[in-house]
């Protein structure tokens, strides 16, 4: 919910490395260039009762 307040912290590069929101955290631990552009490797979304891990391979950004 976009209405629910967020804390974040960003790493020296300006890349978002943590995002907590309710009982919601997700923690980027790795980028990968993708046209250019660092897009999230690894992440890892958790509550107090689900956790998800997420390997992404390959990004596809479209130009419009």
């Not at 907590?20 to 790795?30: A, E, L, P």
Request: charged share 30%; aromatic share 8%.
């Amino acid at each position: 919910d976009p209405a629910i307040e967020a804390e974040t912290e960003i790493d020296p590069e300006g890349r978002l490395v943590r995002l907590q929101q309710s009982d919601w955290r997700v923690n980027i631990s790795r980028y990968q260039l993708s046209s250019g552009q660092a897009m999230p490797r690894t992440l890892t979304a958790s509550d107090p009762e689900t956790r998800v891990r997420m390997v992404i391979d390959h990004w596809f950004i479209y130009e419009r």
